[in-house]
């Protein structure tokens, strides 16, 4: 059984940093693209950066390019996403998952874990 568990969120000040990790388990990790996706109120879900099982390129939107970095170990099985220069915008429920095409695209993610609150706030 595919099982992603997130972990790392939390109020932050804006320009602070966190570090959200994403354990997996029951799947073979290293050959699975791995996305962070975030849902904000009241608005729909995006990717903010994936990172490809293939040749582990990675991509990001404008939006958090420069200010956020995904990596993953697979000898741990896990996935991170180092946050930094963070901004009240950044703030939603912050998601791992996984899915075995190139892309990160939510509809072709195979599995999700439960999410992690991020609150970017004074």
């Known amino acids: 059984q595919l099982q992603l568990v997130e972990s790392g969120g939390g109020l932050v000040q804006p320009g602070g940093s966190l570090r959200l990790s994403c354990v997996a388990s029951?799947?073979?990790?290293?050959?699975?693209?791995l996305g962070w996706f975030r849902q904000a109120p009241g608005k729909e879900r995006e990717v903010v950066s994936c990172i490809h099982g293939s040749d582990g390129s990675t991509v990001y939107p404008d939006s958090v390019k420069g200010r956020f970095t995904i990596s993953r170990d697979n000898a741990k099985n896990t996935a991170y996403l180092q946050m930094n220069a963070l901004k009240p915008e950044d703030t939603g429920v912050y998601y791992c998952?996984?899915?075995?095409?190139?892309?990160?695209?939510?509809?072709?993610?195979?599995?999700w874990g439960q999410g992690t609150q991020v609150t970017v706030s004074s």
């Open positions: 029951g799947f073979n990790f290293e050959h699975y693209s």
């Open positions: 998952a996984a899915g075995t095409y190139y892309y990160c695209s939510g509809p072709l993610m195979n599995s």
